[in-house]
């Protein structure tokens, strides 16, 4: 498919600098081959995350201007409200202040320690959330998921024989919820279909277990189920979304992505008759940990933007433009013979980079020496997805090794253009044509978890 041009004009533009070889060489150095240490001035793409990096509309920014700063009450949450009404029909819908906020008030209530929480695959901060509530997370996904060559629909399918075999093993009480992941991000932004929440969701009541979606990018993934499950063809992206979350009790949102705002999440219970404690319970963690049930650890401002942006994200003119930009990149690597996951998922291209540079170990972390050599190449920041991502084994200390290599290229909405894009992948061609001589790493230094962020490496020469 061709690019799809952007469904708008640009209003205002933020200047990005062009650095020489010789600069980001200096401050790859200085950021001791971390990409999360550079300071953004040094960057020219930045495809480091999809999350929190989009570009606001101007009925944002005019929302910015209307956002009413009332403690309690405000205009501004009842507009979110209204809108959250509108899309999801749940009957309890809170603000917070991301994605994370919602896991923490989420999960110490639903878990007992001991427990498992079952997902076709957590996002790290859930699995963390999960952990630190006592709970035991447990990734469930699709055999297809696992396997960058195998060309899916739904790559991020939960897979149901596993999930039902798991519950008659060990019984609904043992088992707090099970999080459906929409797209699934860890697998490469890969969709579910509702076929697949449907047998979750049939699943989960059998067992009397709740169900709960992780809706970072659901409108990404509604737009994945109208172009590849038939029954949706000619559903709109709202009816999809309502169909899909029907099928929940609850969901958590980071709104950093398909809702389009800089910071904000939600968390939601559809059917709160059926759950009083339920509500009261995570009413009770918000108060605590994110402020007052009327913003929610947000300011009036940031609740406004949300609930213009919740529809902007479900714009099918927008969708098309946004997963065409994702299916343009890969285009462009698959003509360059650049492997990757396919077909692409919806927020970025995960670079197989194990494959490119089939030379470097997984111990050598081929996935963050691609991310560090697309910077010296051409200022572009990414990340690794494969073994410098995973910590050591917690117990053992020994090393991990992840089940693929990645690079991820992920693509902030509205931002970057065609010719962005062309220059990415021109990058990429020119770190094939000299593959071999791309170094490897080891760590230097490392904290005790989450070590990607902040870990010293140095290249093996
Ligand atoms: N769930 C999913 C599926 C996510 O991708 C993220 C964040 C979160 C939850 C947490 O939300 O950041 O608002 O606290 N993903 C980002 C990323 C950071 O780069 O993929 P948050």
């Excluded at 953004?40 to 101007?58: E, F, K, R, W």
């Excluded at 759950?275 to 401002?301: M, S």
Aim: charged letters at 25%.
């Amino acid at each position: 498919m061709g690019y799809v041009a952007e469904p708008f004009k640009i209003k205002a533009v933020e200047p990005i600098r062009i650095t020489t070889p010789e600069e980001r060489r200096a401050a790859i150095i200085a950021a001791d081959y971390n990409n999360f240490g550079l300071s953004s001035d040094d960057v020219y793409i930045d495809l480091l995350t999809d999350s929190g990096t989009g570009a606001l509309s101007d009925r944002q920014w005019a929302g910015l201007m209307i956002g009413d700063e009332a403690y309690a009450g405000g205009r501004s949450h009842r507009h979110l409200m209204q809108v959250t009404d509108e899309i999801f029909g749940y009957d309890w819908v809170q603000p917070v202040h991301q994605g994370r906020a919602a896991e923490k008030v989420l999960f110490p209530f639903i878990t007992t320690p001991g427990q498992y929480v079952i997902s076709n695959t957590f996002f790290d901060t859930t699995r963390g959330h999960v952990g630190l509530a006592g709970g035991i997370p447990v990734d469930l996904v699709c055999p297809e998921g696992g396997d960058v060559e195998v060309d899916a629909p739904f790559k991020g399918n939960i897979d149901v024989p596993r999930l039902e075999a798991f519950l008659a093993e060990h019984g609904g009480e043992s088992v707090a919820a099970i999080v459906m992941t929409i797209t699934n991000n860890s697998v490469g932004g890969q969709p579910v279909s509702v076929a697949n929440m449907r047998e979750a969701s049939r699943v989960a009541r059998e067992h009397g277990v709740l169900l709960v979606i992780d809706a970072a990018r659901f409108a990404e993934n509604a737009y994945f189920v109208k172009r590849r499950e038939p029954e949706f063809r000619d559903a709109s992206i709202r009816e999809i979304t309502r169909t899909t979350f029907a099928l929940a009790d609850a969901f958590t949102m980071s709104a950093k992505k398909d809702a389009i705002v800089s910071m904000g999440g939600l968390i939601a219970v559809r059917d709160r008759a059926a759950h009083p404690d339920l509500v009261a319970g995570l009413q009770a963690n918000v108060v605590a940990g994110e402020g007052f049930l009327t913003y929610g650890g947000l300011a009036g401002r940031d609740l406004e933007t949300l609930a213009i942006g919740l529809k902007e994200g479900l714009d099918e003119n927008f969708l098309r433009y946004r997963l065409g930009q994702s299916e343009y990149l890969a285009d462009r690597l698959l003509e360059d013979g650049i492997p990757h996951q396919r077909p692409v998922g919806g927020h970025g291209v995960f670079v197989d980079a194990g494959a490119l540079l089939p030379h470097i170990p997984w111990y050598r972390f081929p996935g963050h020496a691609l991310a560090v050599e697309l910077y010296l190449e051409a200022g572009i920041r990414s990340c690794d997805i494969g073994s410098y991502l995973l910590d050591p084994d917690p117990v053992t200390g020994e090393p991990q090794q992840a089940v693929a290599e990645f690079t991820r290229l992920a693509i902030p909405r509205r931002v970057y253009t065609q010719s962005h894009l062309d220059v990415v992948a021109d990058a990429l061609r020119a770190i094939r044509d000299r593959a071999d001589t791309v170094p490897g790493y080891q760590i230097v230094e490392q904290p005790a978890v989450l070590r990607h962020f902040t870990a010293k490496l140095r290249p093996i020469v």
